[in-house]
């Protein structure tokens, strides 16, 4: 597997923009609130964290759930990250919920596919469990008949 290369370019003040090697064309801007100089028009950094996880996670477990023929209409992954008081404000605990709409959906089945995730699949997972305590939920909701 060929290593990934990210980057950002300053563009003034605290903005930035973030690209990456897997989408030339793809740009992720950056900023920071405007008590510390930014102007609020785009991600903070470790929010990226929180969405590369999302993101991780997110992919494992439908592609899990679509190995095990389970009908999903609609999926999302909510994270949120709890910083600590002091400098480095790491995220010192991190709360993942996943929500899977569907027809009949297998509750074990998705118990797997988040287990799966969380301890074998997910690199972002593995990255931020070595300085987090991660939990997580996951909500199954019966989607309506068409």
């Known amino acids: 597997m060929a290593n990934k290369v990210a980057k950002v370019v300053w563009k003034g003040d605290m903005t930035f923009e973030g690209l990456g090697s897997t989408w030339p064309g793809g740009?992720?801007?950056?900023?920071?609130?405007?008590?510390?100089?930014?102007?609020?028009?785009?991600?903070?950094?470790?929010?990226?964290?929180?969405?590369?996880l999302a993101g991780c996670t997110a992919m494992d477990v439908i592609s899990i759930l679509r190995k095990k023929q389970q009908t999903v209409t609609?999926?999302?992954?909510?994270?949120?990250?709890?910083?600590?008081?002091?400098?480095?404000?790491y995220f010192g605990t991190i709360n993942v919920v996943y929500r899977v709409t569907g027809h009949n959906v297998d509750e074990k089945a998705v118990a797997r596919a988040i287990e799966l995730s969380e301890t074998k699949y997910c690199?972002?997972?593995?990255?931020?469990?070595?300085?987090?305590?991660?939990?997580?939920?996951?909500?199954?909701?019966?989607?309506?008949?068409v």
């Open 27 to 52: 740009i992720i801007p950056l900023d920071a609130e405007e008590a510390v100089g930014g102007h609020d028009r785009g991600f903070r950094p470790l929010e990226l964290l929180l969405v590369a």
């Open 74 to 89: 609609a999926f999302e992954v909510e994270v949120e990250g709890i910083q600590v008081e002091e400098h480095p404000r």
């Open 123 to 145: 690199g972002a997972s593995a990255m931020l469990r070595e300085k987090a305590r991660i939990t997580s939920r996951y909500e199954i909701l019966e989607a309506e008949q």
